[in-house]
């Protein structure tokens, strides 16, 4: 009797903690009679599946939506009259920098002015650490927008192997780097993320990322990559990409697909019909892409063999790169003067060639022990377009706050006004799908990503006959226009060209799940 009276205390008991795991006391499913609608009327619904436009209205009722339909709004409700706009998801960033960002900015202005609800960070091998320290405080100082993480392969790597990190790593350093994967998972991780083409990671081996993959895999997460190689190697790349993606059976999500040098322009038809046979054969493959023709990265990237001071190397690098004409330098701390010019031009300056003013850059950068960052213009149309026209391509940045690539600030509404309204590639619905219910495919988020009743009211607004981007090389931070209203979590976060101040952000885990901070405290 004693002990089910103790047993029926400790059930009521977790019911209430379990209570407050899901719906913590800001939670406005606490006050429910107080909550707030919102009936968004005359809208034009992309509903983020792909269905074609319908005109519709939609209710918010706190943060979630709560009705879709021809039905009237009642008396005492807000009203917001869409004018015939589209109302779709908010869009999802799957691959966004913008980790330091958010402490500096927590408004995301550059995020938000673009319809981003959502932005995960972690990506290219490189990620906060320890985890869950990083997503507490998140959740402590919230954002405009929601947050998820990837644990990155290169921080966990460098973790186990120090500074000796220039070789294989053993056995051993493997088991370690897996079961700090696995720790990650725990503290709130959504997958892991390689960046095989950069420094660190480039010393690892397909069996150490495999092992690594596997655990995140065992925790619900997926496999997110830059591949390591996106030039005259990409099938090879690609080929290991889909062994680790078998070997440790965990989806995979392949980062910024490319083909990235002249010996593979024009290629894209080949490395999509690679992936489309590794899908057939059950392989959950999903890439992203975003709407440039250009690259952004350090200026040691482009050598593969890294043999940065030989000039065989380095001339034939330049060539595959589409010539030192093609490599912008946009930053260099040693020499400040170099930004805003090319290789080319800089070489054409001080009377020596190309490959020598490769070699000075690199010099001049390793005296600092720094690198130049370069914009590379080395993808082609054709290629692009046919990356965007794959069902299993999404959009994605690949920038964040403070990017100084226009992708930072213009992806987005780029995608909806040049390759939906100008170039016709894409339909509206389609593109949209791309932006919203894909991504969170990818993540596992049954709740966000479209709009149905009992979904958070992650919302954007957008005129499609004016929606683009302004951002340039020159100015990268330039807000697009035509995204006239943001909702996250059913809270105004931009409204006609102005952030509202509003930071509704949640923090979010492994399939959506909201940072179980609640449950921690207990
Ligand atoms: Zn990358």
């Known amino acids: 009797m004693l002990l089910r009276l103790g047993l029926n205390v400790i059930r009521i008991l977790s019911s209430f903690f379990l209570c407050l795991l899901f719906f913590p006391p800001s939670s406005p499913v606490f006050s429910q009679q107080k909550l707030q609608s919102l009936v968004i009327i005359n809208a034009q619904i992309a509903d983020g599946t792909g269905a074609p436009l319908r005109k519709a209205n939609l209710r918010i009722t706190g943060s979630h939506i709560t009705r879709i339909g021809n039905f009237k709004p009642s008396k005492s409700e807000q009203i917001l009259d869409a004018k015939g706009l589209v109302l779709a998801p908010g869009f999802i960033d799957i691959h966004n920098h913008s980790t330091r960002g958010l402490d500096s900015d927590p408004l995301a202005e550059t995020q938000i002015a673009q319809g981003i609800t959502s932005l995960i960070i972690g990506a290219d091998g490189d990620s906060p650490w320890p985890i869950q320290p990083w997503l507490i405080a998140r959740t402590e100082n919230p954002s405009s927008v929601n947050v998820a993480v990837i644990a990155g392969h290169a921080t966990i790597r460098k973790l186990v192997m120090g500074e000796d990190f220039r070789r294989a790593a053993t056995p051993e350093e493997v088991a370690k780097m897996a079961t700090l994967t696995a720790h990650a998972m725990h503290e709130g991780a959504i997958g892991l993320s390689s960046g095989l083409e950069y420094y660190v990671a480039s010393y690892s081996n397909t069996d150490e990322v495999a092992a690594m993959a596997a655990e995140a895999g065992k925790a619900g997460g997926f496999y997110m990559t830059h591949i390591r190689d996106e030039g005259n190697k990409s099938f090879e790349a690609l080929k290991e990409e889909i062994e680790i993606g078998k070997r440790a059976h965990i989806p995979i999500e392949h980062s910024h697909i490319k083909v990235s040098t002249t010996a593979v322009w024009g290629k894209a038809p080949e490395y999509i019909a690679t992936i489309n046979d590794a899908r057939k054969h059950g392989l959950d493959f999903l890439a992203d892409c975003y709407p440039y023709e250009a690259w952004h990265s350090n200026i040691k990237v482009i050598m593969p063999d890294k043999q940065y001071t030989n000039p065989e190397s380095v001339e034939k690098a330049l060539a595959d790169t589409g010539g030192p004409e093609s490599v912008l330098v946009t930053e260099f701390k040693p020499n400040p003067s170099y930004a805003g010019h090319t290789v080319a031009d800089l070489a054409k300056a001080n009377n020596i060639s190309g490959t020598e003013m490769y070699i000075r850059i690199i010099k001049e950068g390793d005296a600092w022990n720094t690198e130049a ?114 909702f996250v979590n059913g809270t105004l976060t931009w409204d006609s060209g102005h952030s509202t101040g509003a930071k509704p952000g949640a923090v979010l885990t492994v399939a959506g799940k909201p940072m179980r901070k609640y449950f921690q405290l207990l």
Not at 380 to 407: C, L, T
Not at 439 to 458: I, S
């Open 373 to 486: 960052s370069v914009i590379g213009t080395s993808m082609i149309e054709s290629d692009i377009k046919a990356f965007y026209q794959q069902p299993w391509v999404m959009v994605a940045s690949d920038g964040g706050i403070n990017s100084s690539h226009p992708r930072g600030a213009g992806t987005f509404p780029r995608v909806l006004g040049v390759y939906v309204r100008e170039k016709k590639w894409l339909t509206l619905p389609e593109a949209i799908r791309k932006m919203t219910s894909l991504p969170a495919k990818r993540l596992g988020w049954k709740d966000r990503g479209t709009l149905k009743v009992g979904n958070f009211a992650d919302l954007v607004l957008f005129n499609p006959d004016t929606v683009i981007d302004h951002s340039t090389f020159e100015k990268p931070f330039e807000l697009p226009t035509g995204i006239e209203k943001v």
